[in-house]
């Protein structure tokens, strides 16, 4: 069975940073389509960013464009979104999810084209 496995959550002041960082059991997955979600308490669940293996590009929510980024280390086989510039409204928990396979890239911000999902990791930024 595949897991993904996420790190890096935690507390940080409004304007501060943090990383996650993401890798799947089987490094065929971690090499697909990644993506970040989140879900912020009594919110639904939130598109943040995703990323292509294979071509390197990131698409990134309006909300989270030009603060976050998601990069890749092929070494490791792990995908980070490396957060800058943090709000309090970006407190959620934010998961991980994987494509296998991919999927078209119109289809990144959909929860429904992911097969696979990390556990979640809790990022709490206070004003």
């Known amino acids: 069975q595949v897991h993904l496995v996420e790190s890096g959550g935690g507390a940080v002041q409004a304007g501060g940073s943090l990383s996650l960082a993401c890798t799947a059991s089987?490094?065929?997955?971690?090499?697909?389509?990644m993506g970040w979600f989140r879900q912020a308490p009594g919110k639904g669940q939130e598109f943040v960013a995703a990323?292509?293996?294979?071509?390197?590009?990131?698409v990134y929510a309006d909300s989270v464009r030009g603060r976050f980024t998601v990069v890749r280390d092929y070494a490791s086989s792990t995908t980070f979104l490396q957060m800058s510039s943090l709000k309090p409204e970006d407190t959620a928990v934010y998961f991980c999810a994987a494509q296998y396979p991919s999927r078209p890239p119109n289809s990144a911000d959909s929860s429904q084209a992911y097969d696979y999902w990390g556990q979640g990791t809790q990022v709490t930024v206070s004003s």
């Open positions: 990323l292509s293996w294979s071509t390197g590009i990131a």
């Open positions: 089987e490094s065929t997955i971690s090499q697909s389509t």
